[in-house]
């Protein structure tokens, strides 16, 4: 099946600071979502981003699907910013929607 | 519009029972998959169900069945419960057709302790 790594496992950054998430994939993809984990364990949307860019607000995304990966961009992080971020990837060798998570994120942000 | 609902949130059950979950998804969505994690497997593809009829299934054991009903509601089940069983399982909502995907919503989880 298809593989996600996520990059890097872990940061840590100021208020204020800006970050890049990687996420690469090992086959192509007909669905990708960026999500964010809240300390309650719910999944809270942030993108759903199979190619292209989007942004909201602070956050961005860009997903190269010839390339196999996607980037999440934040900006100007904020103390509220920090959690655990996954990417989870839809792969053409199943039909609906089955998603392959990647290990994740842990972003902290401190004051 | 109301999110994707699971019930219940929290639950403690000893070794052998077995529970019963149970998710309502987005009004208009059909699909319906449920997602384990734990810390040391992270977040596993359990099964999907679309229009009543199991579309995929990941690879857990026989233990682990789901259904779902006409209004789109699913349940899952765990028989036999062992202690790795512990986990957070999540359940998503799509708006999906016959056979592409669509953005999944997940709801908050059912957080199961087995001891």
């Known amino acids: 099946g298809i593989q996600v790594e996520q990059s890097p496992p872990d940061l840590i950054l100021q208020e204020g600071a800006n970050s890049t998430l990687r996420c690469n994939f090992s086959?192509?993809?007909?669905?990708l979502q960026w999500f964010h984990q809240n300390p309650w364990g719910q999944l809270i949307n942030l993108f759903y981003?199979?190619?292209g860019t989007k942004q909201n607000g602070r956050l961005s995304a860009t997903t190269v699907a010839t390339e196999r990966y996607s980037l999440l961009y934040i900006s100007s992080s904020q103390t509220t910013d920090s959690g655990v971020y996954f990417c989870?990837?839809?792969?053409?060798?199943?039909?609906?929607?089955?998603?392959?998570f990647g290990e994740g994120t842990q972003l902290t942000v401190n004051p | 519009k109301a999110g994707v609902t699971q019930t219940p949130r929290y639950l403690i059950k000893t070794r052998g029972q077995q529970v019963t979950l149970s998710c309502s998804p987005i009004?208009?969505?059909?699909?319906v998959s449920w997602y384990q994690q734990t810390p040391g497997q992270g977040l596993q593809f359990l099964f999907e169900?679309?229009?009543?009829?199991?579309?995929n299934k990941g690879n857990f054991p026989g233990r682990f069945s789901g259904r779902q009903f006409s209004n789109s509601r699913s349940e899952m089940n765990v028989s036999t419960l062992e202690l790795g069983d512990s986990a957070l399982y999540l359940c998503?909502?799509?708006?999906?057709?016959?056979?592409?995907?669509?953005?999944?919503?997940f709801g908050e989880g059912s957080r199961l302790t087995v001891l």
């Open positions: 169900y679309f229009s009543e009829t199991q579309r």
């Open positions: 981003i199979p190619s």
């Open positions: 998503a909502s799509s708006f999906t057709g016959t056979s592409f995907p669509g953005e999944l919503f």
């Open positions: 989870a990837v839809g792969g053409w060798e199943t039909s609906g929607s089955r998603l392959t």
């Open positions: 009004s208009g969505h059909r699909s």
């Open positions: 086959d192509s993809v007909n669905n």
